[in-house]
């Protein structure tokens, strides 16, 4: 298989983890036979420093060309001084709005070697932590009308049933390739947005009869993740309310290091990136945790490129390092062998 991977390396530790992830990629051409082209893009502060835009047309062209795109992280103290709009960050928001990326999965994985770092009570961490929040992410109330007149604001939240059917797609999708069920959260006893949510749901349900369906409301959903969250798979949920639990489910597996994302989209091409910073406070000293982007490119594999085999290949490699006891210095406990951020690298490349 032939592919066009764009590089966007970002900042700080940016590219100590995007080279890790990019040796994991040639491992996998050279093991399956697959040719990834690689395109380096500019975006964030390096296109700043280089251009003097956080998104020059150059990359927005080469964007467009590619079949996926990996993501480091951008931003940091650098470029605090910049304007609004051109902003690190808002690099980010124009890439998800020109490849049209309206939903973002976020896996919540806890890694058995890892559950000491959970906050979760050792009996409710030992049923397993397994799930993906699918959240909408270009609709909402996040996109509504903002207005404050004199001493009274309203934010406006709004769904069309065609903004809600192709997320809901997306969700009862990526149950048919895990454990096929899907939790829609929302709060229909009293948004008539979640009524509408329900309705769509209910009724795009019928084309996936391998799937289970079941709603719950949002402030039970929030209070069922820290309680029994081995009853979730899949996760559905608008912006705002997936803003909120996703964060709260990545704590339950205690490190940010080793979680990664895809944002999928109208266009064919999805992004992939680690849901962590870039970390200026341990840039350059090799001691960043490159497991979250390492993840985030066996997403690249199973969504975007249909490479299940790839996928679980890379995803058993990152747990077998683990077992052996080898951690990077933001997962490190008593007994087990610290490394930096290259060495995990290339365990991860040996074992696969
Ligand atoms: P952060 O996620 O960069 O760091 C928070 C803490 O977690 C720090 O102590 C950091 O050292 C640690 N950490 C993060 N990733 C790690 C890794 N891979 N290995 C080991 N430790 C890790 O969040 P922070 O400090 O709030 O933001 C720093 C910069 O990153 C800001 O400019 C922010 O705007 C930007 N940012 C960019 C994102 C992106 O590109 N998607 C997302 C979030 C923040
Ligand atoms: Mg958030």
């Known amino acids: 298989m032939e592919k066009r991977i764009a590089i966007v390396r970002g900042d700080y530790i940016g590219p100590e983890i995007v080279s890790e992830a990019m040796k994991v990629l040639r491992c996998i051409e050279t093991k399956y036979d697959h040719t990834f082209i690689y395109d380096e893009v500019l975006a964030g502060g390096a296109a700043i420093d280089a251009t003097g835009e956080c998104l020059p047309q150059i990359s927005i062209d080469a964007l467009k060309q590619a079949d ?8 940091g103290p650098k470029y605090d001084s910049q304007p609004a709009n051109n ?17 973002n999965l976020r896996p919540a994985i806890l890694f058995p070697q ?28 996040y996109f509504g009308k903002h207005e404050t007149i004199g001493d009274r604001a309203v934010d406006e939240m709004a769904y069309s049933v065609d903004e809600i059917k192709r997320i809901a797609k997306v969700a009862f999708e990526t149950a048919q390739v895990r454990h096929h069920k899907v939790t829609c959260v929302d709060k229909a006893n009293v948004l008539d947005t979640s009524k509408l949510w329900r309705k769509v749901v209910q009724e795009l349900a019928k084309e ?29 949920t608008e ?11 990545s704590m339950l ?18 992004m992939y990136e680690p849901i962590h910073g ?20 066996a997403m690249m594999m199973r969504y975007s490129f249909h490479l299940e085999k790839e996928a679980k290949d890379i995803e058993k490699a990152v747990h077998a390092i683990l077992d052996q006891g080898y951690r990077t210095a933001d997962m490190m406990s008593k007994g087990m062998k610290q490394v930096g951020c290259q060495e995990m690298g290339d365990l991860v490349v040996k074992q696969i």
Do not use: H, W
């Not at 690190?88 to 939903?103: C, M, N, Q, V």
């Open 114 to 141: 890892l559950a000491d770092a959970s906050p979760l009570k050792p009996e409710i961490v030992q049923k397993g932590i397994d799930f993906v929040v699918v959240r909408e992410l270009t609709g909402g109330i």
């Open 208 to 236: 996936y009869p391998d799937v289970t369906l079941n709603f719950m409301y949002v402030d039970n959903a929030a209070m069922q993740l820290c309680k029994d969250p081995s009853q979730f798979d899949v996760i559905l």
């Open 87 to 103: 902003r690190p960050e808002k690099a980010l928001l124009r890439i998800r709005s020109l490849l049209g990326l309206f939903a």
């Open 239 to 249: 912006n705002m309310f997936g803003d909120i639990l996703s964060d709260e489910a």
């Open 253 to 270: 597996t205690g490190t940010i290091g080793t979680i990664g994302s895809a944002s999928l989209g109208s266009t064919s091409i999805g």
């Open 68 to 75: 996926a795109v990996l993501l480091g992280a951008v931003g």
């Open 278 to 297: 870039s970390a200026p406070d341990i840039a350059g000293k090799d001691m960043a945790n490159p497991l979250g982007t390492i993840l985030s490119v």
